[in-house]
């Protein structure tokens, strides 16, 4: 059982920074896609970013040219630095591995880490 272990979440200003990490217990990273997910209160989990396997990435529009997900195979970890926050990007961050093989799809999630946007 592949376990996920975010960190990097907490309170900051409008046009801060953060960046999140995602630590995978182990060595998933050269065959699973990663993502970033996040879950606003009363609102639907949504697609932030995304890395395949082969390291090519996709965005959501409402983060796109302020976030970048990148990943580390060595350290089996991806993370998602975030620019120019904005108050709506206040959410609970999930960091997600997932791979679809013929016969079986894998999908692990972490435990989220709260990000909160606010002055």
């Known amino acids: 059982q592949v376990q996920l272990v975010e960190s990097g979440g907490g309170l900051v200003q409008p046009g801060g920074s953060l960046r999140l990490s995602c630590a995978a217990s182990?060595?998933?990273?050269?065959?699973?896609?990663m993502a970033w997910y996040r879950q606003a209160p009363g609102k639907q989990r949504e697609l932030v970013a995304a890395?395949?396997?082969?390291?090519?990435?996709n965005y959501a529009d409402s983060v796109k040219g302020r976030f970048t997900i990148s990943r580390d195979n060595a350290k089996n970890s991806v993370y998602l630095q975030m620019n120019s926050l904005k108050p709506e990007d206040t959410a609970v961050y999930y960091c997600?591995?997932?791979?679809?093989?013929?016969?079986?799809?894998?999908?692990?999630w972490g435990q989220g880490t709260q990000v909160t946007v606010s002055s």
């Open positions: 890395i395949t396997s082969g390291g090519s990435t």
């Open positions: 182990e060595k998933i990273l050269i065959i699973y896609n």
């Open positions: 997600n591995a997932n791979r679809l093989t013929t016969n079986r799809k894998y999908d692990y």
